[in-house]
């Protein structure tokens, strides 16, 4: 029992950053109808940003919560920026194109990031610095079952920041556009919404949090490397597609439902498919509902 | 010391290109002399020796530490007037962790390069496509720590040629960590953690099993990771479960850093024992205190007060300012081993340099008298060492 337990938080805990990753897939899928690839590089990205922050700020050796903090927000900030460059030079001049062009240019922004990355901070993988460093909250009698402060620190955080998001896109002025944006781009570009500027925020949002995601991670498994973004990237696609594309809440469920999934397989001695539970996964709920758990016909999307 | 079966769990084709690419496109810059274009015979002035090792990816510390130890032989070869009245080249060539690049630039080397003998790799994964290649063309290859016994044994059973080894084999190593684990550190009941895509890794576990439950152990569970994998929670949940006294990790350095740091995260604080693939100081890098303590089977310690070993320090220490570990030792004394065999065949003509490399008897190797058996590997002891602060400390000396 209590093994089953650290399972499921081991699970939860994974899940949650495929989520946060999701997320990202999910609302650009919304505004722009566009499968954005390099997603996935952003999230390792921001892993990087991190590392370089912190070694920067020194925050091994003198460990402050404040620098802990500030690693987190360059590494935010670093990561929206980036997502707001990719869309303004890779994706904003094929706009009108048809869809496949932006889709081929989104694996190519994706191999650009993936290789320039492994030309910029070298192919080895690197130790992450220990930001957090990891205690045990709690520990029953038996010592089956532990809890640590970085697992709590993941699930909360991811909470938190999808609990801001569904503010930001349900409650705000821009939150606003985006939806409107995500049922009809021309109609809401008619009304005065502009269109490229609430497209850009949503690339500069998604980022951010992959940018958080990159860094819970890269504390929770502590080494990075240039590919580490590929399969991460590729799985949150997946869960994003299983939630149904285009709706926040089946992001977050999909990513969650990944992250349960991968866990308990690789429990059992089919450990080998634990990438491929993924797929399996996807195709046996694509079967059942086409557009996904949450999707619908006349859905919200963001 | 594996073989990664091409990975196939990308069900969307165009991303399945993405990663293909990156084995292609990736990462073609060694470090040192890179080959030259053209067909040069090696009836010049020089004769042409071929190195393949993984200067980048995963495992790029083995592929570096490999090729530090090969230049030293070199410049000590060449400070002697060379072989045969000739200078020594060395023309490296990068496998990028990958096995199909490693089968690439051996055929480069072989077919374009037209290198006499062919050094490489570390990983047995990568000298198994490789080998074939040596073998079909006639080139000598050896390699320098590759130890699957399939590296020179083709698919028919036959022993290769063409093809030795100057380490020893995971048939000899496993048994060497079982014996330690039931002896010296009074073990009972082992949990496997392997890497199922590695042939390294599934072999070395599956006789250390056998010869662990032969000595009276139990294995209470056995599970497994694929290469290029970070999380590891699920399966050392698995493990816990079963309370183990000890965990092995017959894997590479980088993930069995992640992994200690990990199986401390969740409270495991059993020993943990692995094979030579630890041996690199990226492990303590990664693993940080949660891999202090763990022990290893390897080819070599630098504190041995071995007279050649001293010396061959020295020299490391002055031309790399490190201490040598165990790859960089296995490079150096593959390519002595080489030298001396193309010394002792008065030929670059490779049948010659096959057959003076089968007939390398006692050789005194910097990781012990070498001689080559008829399954073209090395017999020779095995050392154990224990992860303590940043180094690796002698433990003790196995002799199968």
């Given amino acids: 029992m209590e093994n089953f337990l650290q399972q499921l938080i081991n699970g939860v805990a994974l899940g949650s950053v495929y989520a946060l990753v999701a997320l990202g897939y999910t609302m650009v899928y919304g505004v722009l109808r566009l499968i954005n690839f390099a997603h996935g590089d952003v999230y390792m990205l921001g892993a990087y940003y991190a590392y370089y922050a912190s070694a920067k700020l020194s925050v091994e050796a003198h460990p402050s919560l404040g620098k802990v903090v500030l690693v987190f927000l360059i590494s935010m900030l670093g990561c929206a920026l980036t997502g707001m460059i990719i869309e303004r030079l890779a994706y904003r001049p094929l706009r009108s194109a048809p869809k496949l062009t932006a889709l081929i240019t989104a694996i190519g922004v994706s191999m650009l990031l993936e290789f320039g990355g492994q030309a910029v901070f070298g192919p080895d993988p690197k130790p992450f610095p220990d930001l957090i460093p990891s205690k045990a909250l709690y520990q029953s009698a038996s010592g089956a079952l532990r809890i640590t402060n970085q697992q709590v620190l993941i699930i909360g955080v991811s909470l938190a920041l999808m609990a801001i998001l569904r503010h930001i896109v349900m409650k705000t002025r821009v939150g606003k556009a985006m939806r409107a944006i995500s049922q009809d781009g021309p109609a809401a570009s008619l009304m005065g919404v502009n269109t490229d500027r609430v497209i850009m925020f949503t690339f500069a949002l998604g980022s951010a949090l992959a940018a958080v995601a990159g860094i819970l991670i890269a504390l929770y498994q502590p080494t990075i490397n240039p590919l580490m973004g590929v399969r991460s990237g590729l799985k949150a696609f997946v869960a994003a597609v299983l939630g149904g594309i285009g709706n926040i809440p089946g992001a977050v469920l999909g990513g969650l439902l990944m992250g349960l999934a991968e866990t308990a397989v690789t429990t059992t001695k089919f450990s080998g498919f634990r990438d491929a539970i993924a797929f399996v996964l996807l195709i046996l709920i694509l079967l059942v509902r086409p557009s996904g758990l949450l999707g619908s016909v006349a859905r919200e999307k963001v | ?400």
């Fill in chain 2, 1 to 400: 010391m594996r073989t990664a079966k091409s990975v196939s769990w990308g069900a969307l084709g165009v991303l399945t290109c993405l990663l293909g690419c990156s084995n292609q496109g990736g990462n073609n810059g060694g470090n040192g002399s890179s080959g030259g274009g053209s067909s040069k015979a090696s009836s010049g002035s020089e004769i042409l020796i071929g190195e393949y090792g993984s200067f980048t990816g995963t495992t790029a510390q083995f592929g570096k530490k490999t090729h530090e130890g090969i230049m030293l032989a070199l410049d000590e070869v060449n400070a002697k007037g060379g072989l045969l009245g000739k200078k020594v080249k060395i023309i490296d060539a990068d496998t990028a962790s990958q096995a199909d690049q490693a089968a690439t630039v051996v055929k480069k080397l072989v077919n374009q390069d037209r290198v006499v003998a062919v050094l490489g790799e570390v990983a047995s994964s990568r000298s198994m496509a490789a080998a074939p290649i040596c073998e079909a063309n006639k080139v000598p290859m050896v390699s320098p720590s590759s130890t699957n016994p399939r590296v020179t044994v083709g698919d028919d059973g036959r022993v290769r040629e063409y093809v030795f080894r100057v380490c020893f084999i995971d048939p000899v190593q496993g048994p060497v960590m079982a014996r330690f684990a039931r002896e010296n550190m009074k073990k009972g009941k082992a949990a496997i953690l392997k890497d199922i895509k590695n042939d390294y890794s599934v072999g070395l576990s599956e006789v250390f099993k056998k010869d662990f439950e032969r000595r009276g152990g139990k294995i209470v569970a056995e599970v497994s990771y694929s290469e290029g994998d970070t999380d590891f929670r699920a399966q050392l949940t698995a493990i816990k479960g079963a309370s183990p006294d000890c965990i092995v990790i017959p894997g590479y350095y980088s993930e069995v850093g992640n992994i200690a740091r990990q199986a401390r995260d969740l409270g495991i604080n059993v020993p943990l024992l692995g094979g030579d693939g630890w041996d690199d100081p990226k492990l303590m890098e990664i693993g940080r205190d949660a891999i202090d303590g763990a022990y290893f089977t390897t080819h070599f310690s630098a504190e041995s007060k071995d007279e050649r070993v001293q010396t061959f320090v020295k020299s490391y220490q002055a031309k790399f300012n490190e201490v040598p570990g165990g790859l960089a030792a296995m490079g150096y004394d593959a390519a002595k081993i080489l030298f001396e065999a193309i010394a002792r065949a008065k030929s670059t003509n490779g049948p010659a340099i096959a057959k003076a490399l089968g007939e390398t008897k006692d050789y005194k190797a910097v990781t012990g008298n070498i001689t080559i058996n008829k399954q073209h590997n090395a017999e020779k002891p095995i050392v154990v060492v224990q992860v303590k602060g940043k180094a690796f400390k002698y433990v003790a000396t196995f002799t199968p």
